[in-house]
């Protein structure tokens, strides 16, 4: 299986992209592996960590063009044709979810990228919290070299996260870039040699495997909701002007009483997009709350008071 998935003792799963003879792309089936992965990871309470790395001299190169296109085409018309959301365990979505777009996935990930990150790895890496690479990766959003265009987050997330200079010009000069340079622009947390990558990559893992499970997600879900926070009010009000749509629509100029239904129905709808909607810090208290309460956080500060190391239980 291309997509290794492997999980230790000590909470940390490693997944490696092994694809070495497409460079890391990935066709159809190995972008459901891919979302598949990432699924399993955020569904297991025992796995705290994600390692994700690649084979050779690719970290992952997005996808194979040359089998992805047809593939992608073909099931798109048998889908929409057959009326499905899924067929045989592929999803339209498996390419966008894969790379970490439109996903929600709170727990840490560390990058150990061994080479070139092109295209869907770019777009993977920005939904990556912790990037460590060797001198020989090189980072791209090639797309525009090609007339295409760079449709998996890049575009939204690069410029969020490292100054907007910087990001435009990765996004607009679509040059390789090397890993030093990557550094300096505020893309990787650390260049270190090859041999010592996924060592490297352990550590940071195990740095934070050291802390409450629960409380790290909390504080990563608080940090991503104020850094996209216009992603949940635009969701908000989107659904908000259906409903209040839907609630005009049932008026009838003859009945007086479907006008005092439509208001009433409206003045609901209002009322729940205001408890919905929230700002940063408000959202950040919610969190704040639901992790005093839990059990890890009592166990904090008694570890602390007997000088011992705590026993997280994620709960």
Not at 50 to 73: C, H, M, N, Q, S
Request: aromatic share 8%; proline share 5%.
């Amino acid at each position: 299986m291309p997509i290794h998935y492997e999980q230790d003792d000590e909470h940390i799963v490693l997944i490696t992209i092994d694809r070495p003879d497409a460079r890391n792309s990935a066709d159809m089936e190995h972008f459901k592996q891919l979302r598949e992965a990432w699924e399993r990871f955020r569904d297991d309470d025992a796995a705290w960590v994600a390692i994700i790395t690649g084979v050779e001299d690719a970290f992952f190169t997005g996808a194979d063009l040359k089998r992805y296109v047809p593939e992608i085409t073909k099931f798109q018309k048998q889908i929409a044709e057959e009326g499905l959301t899924e067929l045989h365990g592929y999803r339209l979505d498996d390419g966008t979810r894969s790379v970490l777009r439109n996903f929600e996935l709170n727990k840490p990930i560390v990058a150990a990228v061994n080479g070139f990150c092109t295209a869907g790895g770019m777009e993977m890496l920005g939904g990556i919290d912790i990037r460590i690479a060797c001198p020989e990766a090189k980072f791209a959003v090639m797309e525009p070299k090609r007339g295409l265009f760079a449709g998996g987050g890049t575009t939204v997330r690069l410029p969020r996260q490292i100054p907007w200079p910087l990001a435009m010009e990765f996004l607009l000069c679509a040059d390789l870039i090397p890993a030093e340079r990557a550094y300096e622009m505020g893309l990787l947390n650390a260049v270190v040699p090859r041999d010592q990558l996924l060592d490297k990559a352990y550590e940071f893992a195990r740095r934070m495997t050291a802390n409450a499970p629960l409380a790290v997600q909390a504080t990563k879900q608080s940090a991503l909701g104020s850094l996209y926070h216009d992603e949940d009010e635009i969701k908000a009000l989107r659904n908000a002007v259906k409903a209040l749509k839907g609630a005009l629509e049932t008026v009838r100029p003859d009945d007086p009483q479907t006008a005092k239904s439509a208001i009433a129905a409206a003045t609901d709808v209002l009322d729940g997009l205001a408890k919905e909607l929230r700002t940063a810090f408000e959202k950040e208290s919610r969190l704040s709350s639901r992790i005093f309460q839990t059990e890890d956080a009592k166990e904090g500060p008694k570890a602390f008071a007997e000088k011992r190391a705590p026993n997280w239980q994620a709960k």
